[in-house]
């Protein structure tokens, strides 16, 4: 007997006008595990990301979340900040977006607005600077540095955040993504721009997430050092297609990732 | 406009300049000939055209000369804020500015010991009065421009319902300044709420015209609703707000502040009651605004300015965020519509303006956007700035000009750009920035 997987996507379809971006993909997508998203520029990753955190509303189909607490919710029919905040789907952007002018601390207590919000009873409780209120910061605070510290951007938390190397910008936006305490999360790309070390660092990063926190992973990535090194599973799209799934060794053995990556052997003939 | 195209051509080499200043003064030329060059005497009846080429070429010369001044200047200025954001950029590291807390803590001092210094000259404490109602308003929308970053050219519409909710109130039911403050600054979160339930998904340009037309609706309905609002003519005989219920009158059958106190009666004595209630008031703004900054909610107007996309993702409800901001603001401008109907005694539709939108916006921008203190200093520029220049009285409009755009070349980020963190923890490396 197979678990419950944490998301389920069925048959689900994009269309913008003529353009058909995403063609029935369906994925599973476990709790504890890594699932990688590779394909081609264009093979509709980032739009499977849109479609599932709510910034589109697929054509066709289905993203169900199998929440422990909620039971199961349909992603697609939630607004798109009840994704994060209902849902526990929570993603990071291909294109980095931070709140540049504020500081990296500030970036992490935004991320855990709804706690805060609650907890200061629509501010009139934080205005009074009452004590349930004045817990509830600390605990934020002890939150958003314990991820600090886990990626070592502690030295930098009192630093405007637009003013940081692009591999910290990176991690930022991974931390502040956790500070939501995300069941599911989605990174797009976050290898991109980063140096063999760094990179190193995210792979053990997110097997730690994985591992000792319980935490799905979606990864969306084109390097494949990261991708072949802490996928569990790994789904191959092109043109909007699911064009092959499994393991990273069945993945590097598959005939149509390997046409879809390289092209057609006539093509490979010619240029030999 | 100058300034922009100023801005873009700093740091020229001379001969640039020099073939810049002369097309400028080529068209100096071509202007000047018809209308400074040319001119008709009135001779015996007749009108005579006679040439006046010395006035003409000193004009041209003027023109020339100012035009090599303004591009140094300006590249001058330019070559320093680069030198600025260099320096700024090797200390990414945020410090702490001891000195712009001392300043505001004189500037408090001064704010109230000023009627004890000015005491007896009306004058200067008008001034000062309305130079607050304006830090007041510079507040408010602070809130809605500065922190969510919602650009909102309507709020006068704000300070109009807070006037006019206390000008009805007390004329109409008899109630008194203390009871309305608290209904005129709901009724104008109320309207708030209605403005910026349909501009959520605007942004930028879109959402300024859509305020500018909602600020123009409410002052329409105020000159043509007569039966309400008595129109153009305004409500008249506003009771003033009484000193927990001392009138400032002369004495009478009932006590009154001076017969109270056993003070001989003066009109000032109203005059300065009036700045303290707004320099509470304006105080009170100030400490809500800040601690609102430091909370949950305002720390995501801070963050829908800079992304809205991401905020969404992180889980944050953006419709609310931004109509928090919207209400929070619209109230505040209401509390200093309530003080200004209570302090003028005599409302109507031309107090509320277009012209005072783009002022109080204007204290916003040239203080820096989402800076406290900025806005007092600016508010103290642009009030006080024109009353100085009522000595040049034809040239105080130009004058004013001048100096906006000379602070606005100098400063483009306002006058206190710098933003202050709201939350920090110790980290050692705070002072180990690398060069």
């Given at each position: 007997?197979?678990?419950?997987?944490?998301?389920?996507?069925?048959?689900?379809?994009?269309r913008f006008?003529?353009?058909?971006?995403l063609?029935?993909?369906?994925?599973?997508?476990?709790?504890?595990?890594?699932?990688?998203?590779i394909?081609?520029?264009?093979a509709?990753?980032?739009?499977?990301?849109?479609?599932?955190?709510?910034?589109?509303?697929?054509?066709?189909?289905?993203?169900?979340?199998?929440?422990?607490?909620?039971?199961?919710?349909?992603?697609?029919?939630?607004?798109?900040?009840?994704v994060?905040r209902?849902?526990?789907?929570?993603?990071?952007?291909?294109?980095?977006?931070?709140?540049?002018?504020?500081?990296?601390?500030?970036?992490?207590?935004v991320?855990q607005?709804?706690?805060?919000?609650?907890?200061?009873?629509?501010?009139?409780?934080?205005?009074?600077?009452?004590?349930?209120?004045?817990?509830a910061?600390?605990?934020?605070l002890?939150?958003?540095?314990?991820?600090?510290?886990?990626l070592?951007?502690?030295?930098?938390?009192?630093?405007?955040?637009?003013?940081?190397?692009?591999?910290?910008?990176?991690?930022?936006?991974?931390?502040?993504?956790?500070?939501?305490?995300?069941?599911?999360?989605?990174?797009?790309e976050?290898?991109?721009?980063?140096?063999p070390?760094?990179?190193?660092?995210?792979?053990?990063?997110?097997?730690?997430?994985?591992r000792?926190?319980?935490?799905?992973?979606?990864l969306?990535?084109?390097?494949?050092?990261?991708?072949?090194?802490?996928?569990?599973?790994?789904?191959?799209?092109?043109?909007?297609?699911?064009?092959?799934?499994?393991?990273?060794?069945?993945?590097?053995?598959?005939?149509?990732?390997?046409?879809?990556?390289?092209?057609?052997e006539?093509?490979?003939?010619?240029?030999? | 406009?100058?300034?922009?195209a100023?801005?873009?051509?700093?740091?020229?080499?001379?001969?640039?300049?020099?073939?810049?200043?002369?097309?400028?003064?080529?068209?100096?030329?071509?202007?000047?000939?018809?209308?400074l060059?040319?001119?008709?005497?009135?001779?015996?009846?007749?009108?005579?055209?006679?040439?006046?080429?010395?006035?003409?070429?000193?004009?041209?010369?003027?023109?020339?000369?100012?035009?090599?001044?303004?591009?140094?200047l300006?590249?001058?200025?330019?070559l320093?804020?680069?030198?600025?954001?260099?320096?700024?950029?090797?200390?990414a590291?945020?410090?702490?500015?001891?000195w712009?807390?001392?300043l505001?803590?004189?500037?408090?001092?001064?704010?109230?010991?000023?009627?004890?210094?000015?005491?007896?000259?009306?004058?200067?404490?008008?001034?000062?009065?309305?130079v607050?109602?304006?830090v007041?308003?510079?507040?408010?929308?602070?809130?809605?421009?500065?922190?969510?970053?919602?650009?909102?050219?309507?709020y006068?519409?704000?300070?109009?319902?807070g006037?006019?909710?206390?000008?009805?109130?007390?004329?109409?039911?008899?109630?008194?300044?203390?009871?309305?403050?608290?209904?005129?600054?709901?009724m104008?979160a109320?309207?708030?709420?209605l403005?910026?339930?349909?501009?959520?998904?605007?942004?930028?340009d879109?959402?300024a015209?859509?305020?500018?037309?909602?600020?123009?609706?409410?002052?329409?309905i105020?000159?043509?609703?007569?039966?309400?609002?008595?129109?153009?003519?305004?409500?008249?005989?506003i009771?003033?707000?009484?000193?927990?219920?001392?009138?400032?009158?002369?004495?009478g059958?009932?006590?009154?502040?001076?017969?109270f106190?056993?003070?001989?009666?003066?009109?000032?004595?109203?005059?300065?009651f009036l700045?303290?209630?707004?320099?509470?008031?304006?105080?009170?703004?100030h400490?809500?605004?800040?601690?609102?900054?430091?909370?949950?909610?305002?720390?995501?107007?801070?963050?829908v300015?800079?992304?809205?996309?991401?905020?969404?993702?992180?889980g944050?409800?953006?419709?609310?965020?931004?109509?928090?901001?919207?209400?929070?603001?619209?109230?505040?401008?209401?509390?200093a519509?309530?003080?200004?109907?209570?302090r003028?005694?005599?409302?109507?539709?031309?107090?509320?303006?277009?012209?005072?939108?783009?002022?109080?916006?204007?204290?916003?921008?040239?203080?820096g956007?989402?800076?406290?203190?900025?806005?007092?200093?600016?508010?103290?520029?642009?009030?006080?700035?024109?009353?100085?220049g009522?000595?040049?009285?034809?040239?105080?409009?130009?004058?004013?000009?001048?100096?906006?755009?000379?602070?606005?070349?100098?400063?483009?980020?306002?006058?206190?750009?710098r933003?202050?963190?709201?939350?920090?923890?110790?980290?050692?490396?705070?002072?180990?920035?690398?060069?």
């Amino acid at each position: 007997m197979i678990d419950t997987p944490l998301l389920e996507v069925n048959h689900l379809t994009m269309r913008f006008g003529g353009l058909t971006a995403l063609d029935d993909l369906s994925l599973a997508v476990p709790a504890g595990k890594v699932t990688s998203i590779i394909g081609p520029n264009g093979a509709g990753k980032t739009t499977f990301f849109n479609c599932l955190t709510g910034f589109y509303k697929p054509t066709v189909g289905d993203v169900v979340m199998h929440h422990p607490q909620h039971g199961k919710l349909i992603l697609n029919h939630l607004a798109t900040h009840r994704v994060a905040r209902h849902a526990g789907v929570v993603r990071t952007f291909q294109n980095i977006r931070l709140f540049p002018s504020m500081t990296v601390l500030e970036n992490l207590m935004v991320a855990q607005y709804n706690t805060l919000q609650h907890a200061s009873r629509f501010s009139l409780a934080g205005l009074l600077g009452l004590a349930g209120y004045r817990q509830a910061k600390e605990e934020a605070l002890a939150k958003a540095t314990t991820w600090l510290e886990r990626l070592g951007l502690i030295d930098r938390a009192n630093v405007a955040a637009g003013n940081l190397s692009y591999g910290t910008q990176r991690r930022i936006e991974i931390a502040r993504a956790l500070c939501v305490d995300p069941l599911l999360l989605c990174l797009d790309e976050p290898a991109a721009g980063l140096n063999p070390r760094e990179s190193a660092e995210l792979n053990e990063l997110l097997l730690y997430l994985s591992r000792e926190h319980g935490k799905g992973i979606l990864l969306i990535e084109h390097d494949m050092n990261v991708v072949m090194r802490v996928s569990d599973q790994i789904c191959v799209l092109n043109f909007g297609h699911k064009i092959a799934e499994g393991t990273p060794q069945e993945i590097q053995q598959d005939p149509n990732v390997i046409k879809a990556y390289l092209g057609e052997e006539e093509i490979e003939e010619a240029s030999a | 406009m100058s300034a922009h195209a100023a801005q873009q051509s700093a740091g020229m080499a001379l001969a640039d300049k020099l073939k810049d200043a002369l097309r400028i003064g080529l068209v100096a030329l071509l202007l000047g000939i018809p209308m400074l060059g040319l001119t008709t005497v009135d001779q015996g009846g007749g009108l005579q055209v006679m040439t006046r080429w010395p006035l003409l070429a000193q004009f041209v010369g003027v023109v020339f000369f100012g035009r090599l001044i303004l591009q140094w200047l300006v590249g001058h200025f330019h070559l320093r804020k680069l030198q600025r954001q260099r320096v700024a950029a090797k200390t990414a590291v945020v410090q702490e500015r001891p000195w712009l807390k001392w300043l505001g803590a004189v500037a408090l001092a001064f704010a109230v010991a000023l009627p004890v210094a000015f005491s007896g000259n009306r004058y200067v404490i008008d001034i000062a009065t309305t130079v607050l109602i304006y830090v007041m308003l510079g507040w408010g929308l602070n809130v809605v421009v500065g922190l969510a970053g919602l650009l909102d050219l309507g709020y006068v519409a704000f300070y109009a319902v807070g006037a006019y909710s206390y000008g009805l109130l007390s004329t109409l039911f008899g109630w008194g300044f203390w009871e309305t403050l608290p209904v005129a600054g709901g009724m104008a979160a109320l309207f708030g709420l209605l403005l910026g339930w349909p501009t959520l998904r605007l942004r930028g340009d879109y959402l300024a015209i859509v305020t500018l037309g909602f600020g123009e609706i409410i002052r329409i309905i105020l000159v043509n609703w007569t039966d309400f609002s008595g129109g153009p003519n305004g409500i008249n005989s506003i009771p003033r707000p009484s000193f927990f219920g001392l009138e400032f009158k002369p004495p009478g059958d009932t006590p009154t502040f001076a017969s109270f106190f056993h003070l001989e009666y003066s009109a000032d004595h109203r005059v300065v009651f009036l700045y303290y209630v707004i320099l509470v008031l304006a105080l009170l703004t100030h400490v809500f605004v800040s601690r609102l900054r430091r909370l949950p909610v305002g720390m995501a107007w801070e963050a829908v300015r800079e992304d809205e996309l991401a905020c969404k993702a992180l889980g944050i409800n953006v419709t609310g965020v931004k109509l928090s901001a919207y209400a929070i603001g619209a109230m505040l401008g209401g509390f200093a519509g309530v003080f200004f109907a209570a302090r003028q005694g005599f409302i109507s539709p031309e107090s509320f303006v277009f012209s005072e939108s783009a002022t109080i916006l204007a204290i916003v921008v040239l203080g820096g956007r989402g800076s406290q203190l900025g806005v007092v200093f600016a508010a103290l520029l642009l009030v006080v700035l024109p009353e100085l220049g009522r000595d040049f009285s034809d040239y105080r409009m130009l004058l004013f000009g001048a100096a906006m755009v000379l602070i606005m070349v100098w400063r483009p980020g306002g006058l206190v750009a710098r933003r202050e963190p709201t939350i920090q923890i110790e980290t050692a490396a705070v002072q180990g920035a690398t060069p």
